[in-house]
């Protein structure tokens, strides 16, 4: 080809080079509310908040301890870490592919043997050849396929980093919610164990009185069966207790059998503040991992239509090699890397599966489906974060009404136990009377404590559901130390593992609007 056409032909494949094929993504509607449905209730305020730290609303040193813990230790949490970087790696990898992408070098050293029956005269028959070259060649980015492709692997990064701040909002939820199931079981225990106490003296009044035939035997079973059940509950309460202790070591990535120190020190179930404050539901929009994660899945779904358009139209490419050719006829293999052995050719090329039987159409339709289910799929999510909120809102407010009643249930309880057992020493009440007291006052008891541990895991429900807690990866590598240096010793990560790499940093959740330039340098 004439030079000059050849750089005619290379400017125009440039010009073309910034077309994009396929829909650009706009951020879909989202079903979101004006406000709360309890928003008018005093216990909550509508003023917008970030919830970094939600959980020191509690003031519980053990609580903060623990999801420090878990911050630290959670496995779950550290596949999510790696995730992110195999992701950044997907993007280096989509990178790669706006430079040649394909390279390669070979040499070759081969004795040949020609048939003396040749209709020509040769000079020699036998002789050696030596070949070396190198050749490449070059997709043009025409139609935009490649930066598509840039476009959907950064999307799907960012995505990654979503996820991440999604499974830490889900693992200081989960801490918090163990907590306090802990403290609140080891208060059922420890009101059993009272009762326990006294029903046994009450079968002790049943016993004297029997003794003393001022009552029937009747009394003394009935007194046993009563003292019986309180004591079968403290078994299963232990089993529920350990249950969640066993749910917590997996939190804190530790084997069983070690919480008995973390947990030391007072073992009150904890208080949650009179109000909370809960923001407006387009809060959510921003500050939810999940929500911020469909919405970037569905970006880089977006960009894939563009790559699959592109089968629909000609790939344009550049070839090229180079390399020298020598052989011992007539003179040594000493002339294979001189001028007189150099060959090359180079050139555009042209390539457009027209007859593809409708495979490319019918694979952007499938890629506009997906594209589709994951703008539901978002606007799906939108609506079950503010489900989660409503409910957390529903639990807080209705167990902060249950704790005030079921506070003068157990104080009526008590007195009527209190003068039952008076009665019946004197002999004006039966020893039904007295059962029925005690195990109305366990009732209200137990009823009680779990009423309040209902008040602070509505309270955790709502701060999970509004997304808090994330925050605190901010100034952290999405993998510690010691996962990051066993990666650095199998694989060469080059800078990858570097946290310069590794945007965006808290406290900004990742979206859609933060991707970086197309046009980059390959990671090496």
């Known amino acids: ?146 930066r598509r492709a840039i476009e959907s692997a950064d999307d799907s990064f960012l995505a990654s980093v979503a996820d991440y701040d999604d499974v830490l909002v889900s693992m200081t939820g989960d801490v918090a919610s163990n907590y306090v199931k802990i403290r609140t079981t080891q208060k059922q225990i420890a009101i059993a164990q009272d009762n326990v106490v006294r029903q046994k003296k009450a079968l002790k009044i049943a016993e004297a009185k029997f003794e003393g035939g001022t009552a029937t035997r009747r009394d003394v079973y009935q007194a046993i069966d009563v003292l019986g059940a309180t004591q079968a509950a403290i078994p299963q309460l232990t089993s529920q207790l350990d249950q969640s202790k066993n749910a917590l070591n997996v939190l804190l990535g530790l084997p069983p059998g070690h919480l008995d120190q973390l947990l030391a020190g007072e073992d009150s179930i904890p208080i949650a503040p009179r109000t909370a404050a809960v ?22 779904q977006c960009a894939q239509i563009g790559f699959a358009r592109a089968d629909l139209f000609p790939l344009f490419s550049l070839t090229g090699n180079v390399g020298s050719l020598g052989s011992s006829v007539g003179r040594g293999l000493d002339s294979v890397f001189t001028g007189q052995s150099l060959y090359y050719a180079v050139g555009p090329a042209m390539q457009w599966n027209i007859l593809n039987y409708g495979q490319i159409t019918n694979n952007v339709r499938v890629q506009d489906a997906r594209f589709q289910e994951f703008l539901i799929g978002y606007q799906n999510t939108v609506l079950k974060a503010q489900q989660e909120v409503e409910d957390g809102i529903a639990l807080f407010v209705n167990a902060r009404k249950a704790v005030g009643y079921l506070e003068k249930s157990v104080e009526a309880a008590n007195g009527a136990l209190r003068i039952a057992i008076i009665q019946y020493r004197e002999g004006t009440a039966d020893f039904t009377t007295v059962l029925t007291a005690e195990q109305n006052l366990y009732t209200a008891q137990n009823n009680l404590t779990i009423a309040q541990g209902s008040v602070p895991l509505g309270l955790i429900a709502v701060y999970r559901a509004l997304g808090g807690g994330w925050q605190i990866r901010e100034g952290h590598d999405f993998v510690p130390a010691p996962t990051r240096q066993e990666m650095e010793e199998r694989t060469n990560w080059g800078g990858l593992l570097t946290p310069g790499l590794l945007q965006p940093q808290a406290p900004d959740l990742p979206s859609p609007r933060d991707e970086g330039p197309l046009i980059r340098p390959p990671q090496w």
């Not at 390669?104 to 020609?114: C, D, M, P, Q, R």
């Open 1 to 146: 080809m004439n030079p000059r056409k050849l750089q005619i032909s290379l400017a125009a494949l440039l010009l073309l080079s910034g077309c994009m094929l396929g829909p650009d993504f706009k951020p879909p509607a989202a079903p979101v509310a004006r406000q709360w449905t309890a928003a008018g209730i005093p216990d909550l305020e509508v003023k917008r908040q970030e919830y970094r730290n939600w959980w020191t609303v509690f003031d519980d040193p053990v609580l903060t301890r623990l999801i420090r813990l878990a911050y630290e230790q959670n496995l779950t949490l550290r596949t999510a870490g790696v995730r992110v970087l195999e992701s950044r790696a997907q993007l280096g990898v989509a990178i790669g592919e706006l430079y040649p992408q394909q390279q390669a070098i070979g040499a070759a050293l081969s004795y040949n043997g020609l048939p003396i029956s040749l209709p020509y005269n040769l000079s020699a028959n036998h002789y050696w050849s030596d070949i070396f070259s190198a050749q490449a060649a070059w997709e043009i980015d025409v139609w935009g396929k490649l």
């Open 279 to 300: 923001g407006i539901p387009a809060d959510l929009l921003r500050r939810r991992p999940d929500v911020r994660k469909a919405e970037l899945q569905a970006a880089a």
